[in-house]
T-cell receptor, first 114, second 115 residues
Framework: GENVEQHPSTLSVQEGDSAVIKCTYS??????FPWYKQELGKGPQLIID?????GEKKDQRIAVTLNKTAKHFSLHITETQPEDSAVYFC?????????????FGTGTRLLVSP | KAGVTQTPRYLIKTRGQQVTLSCSPI?????VSWYQQTPGQGLQFLFE???????NKGNFPGRFSGRQFSNSRSEMNVSTLELGDSALYLC??????????????FGPGTRLTVL
């Protein structure tokens, strides 16, 4: 089945720096890749997603890139702020995962220091 | 628009007991999925319901079950609780469950502690 690997597990940056989180997936049939942000005591919040027919998508300070050939996708956060501190999860979904089942990476704890 | 709601938010049970968790999806959403989140295993898919039918099931023992009602609300049940069932149980809803690009929105979760 699908397997998603995520790196790094922790990431510390200074406010204003950029942060990059990378994920790789194993199933070439996967075609939808969302990113979630989870703050303490809350459920995961969808922050951006990308479909397999798109190479890059941007939303203000957040962007996601997808390389289908290499089967990896990345989250880029620019001009980080302390409120960006949270755990970020990548996920993949496609025909072989089955309907709405998301397969998640192991998460990246991002700490943005003022 | 109200988000996904889950009740209760916290539960404490003892080994051997059973528990029922409830999820109300976003209005108009017909697909409900359940996930278990633990520090060791991360986010693991339990099952998905659409139009009152279970369409997909993860690798969990039969003690974990669920159902969906005609109003799309869903419940999951865990019988004969074990210590390892302690986790955050998350419910996610999406619009119709057929579009592979459907966004999934998560609720705040139910924190289950088994003593």
């Amino acid at each position: 089945g699908e397997n998603v690997e995520q790196h790094p597990s922790t990431l510390s940056v200074q406010e204003g720096d950029s942060a990059v989180i990378k994920c790789t997936y194993s199933d070439s049939a996967s075609n939808y890749f969302p990113w979630y942000k989870q703050e303490l005591g809350k459920g995961p919040q969808l922050i951006i997603d990308i479909r397999s027919n798109v190479g890059e998508k941007k939303d203000q300070r957040i962007a996601v890139t997808l390389n289908k050939t290499a089967k990896h996708f990345s989250l880029h956060i620019t001009e980080t702020q302390p409120e960006d501190s949270a755990v970020y999860f990548c996920a993949a979904k496609g025909e072989n995962t089955g309907f709405q089942k998301l397969v998640f990476g192991t998460g990246t704890r991002l700490l943005v220091s003022p | 628009k109200a988000g996904v709601t889950q009740t209760p938010r916290y539960l404490i049970k003892t080994r051997g007991q059973q528990v029922t968790l409830s999820c109300s999806p976003i209005s108009g959403h017909r697909s409900v999925s359940w996930y278990q989140q633990t520090p060791g295993q991360g986010l693991q898919f339990l099952f998905e319901y659409f139009s009152e039918t279970q369409r997909n099931k993860g690798n969990f023992p039969g003690r974990f079950s669920g159902r969906q009602f005609s109003n799309s609300r869903s419940e999951m049940n865990v019988s004969t609780l074990e210590l390892g069932d302690s986790a955050l149980y998350l419910c996610a809803s999406s619009l119709d469950g057929r579009n592979p690009y459907n966004e999934q929105f998560f609720g705040p979760g139910t924190r289950l502690t088994v003593l």
